[in-house]
Nanobody
Framework: QVQLVESGGGFVQAGESLRLSCRGSARIGIYAMGWSRQAPGTRRESVAIIRPNGETTYADSVKDRFTISRNKAGDTVYLQMNSLKPEDTAVYYC?????????WGQGTQVTVSS
């Protein structure tokens, strides 16, 4: 089973940017990949998905601010987050949507201060 490792989280001020990375132990772009987030006391929500054909989908709350992409090698997925808001504060998880069962990373904390 592939393993996913996220990185790039941190503490920023509102309006700043961060880029999250998700590195797979094997080629991961053959399946849909996504980023989800979970704030304390809330349910985990999907924020962005990229399909093998490159098609992307975003949650309304992040549309026009976040961009999901992957590298040419197909082993890393990124989430570029611009114009960050305090409500974007959460643990961000990378996910591989596999027909054999979804695979999740361990998460990376993003904190946005007002």
């Amino acid at each position: 089973q592939v393993q996913l490792v996220e990185s790039g989280g941190g503490f920023v001020q509102a309006g700043e940017s961060l880029r999250l990375s998700c590195r797979g132990s094997a080629r991961i772009g053959i399946y849909a990949m996504g980023w989800s987030r979970q704030a304390p006391g809330t349910r985990r929500e999907s924020v962005a998905i990229i399909r093998p054909n490159g098609e992307t989908t975003y949650a309304d709350s992040v549309k026009d601010r976040f961009t999901i992409s992957r590298n040419k090698a197909g082993d890393t997925v990124y989430l570029q987050m611009n114009s960050l808001k305090p409500e974007d504060t959460a643990v961000y998880y990378c996910r591989q949507v596999s027909p054999y069962g979804d695979v999740w990373g361990q998460g990376t904390q993003v904190t946005v201060s007002s």
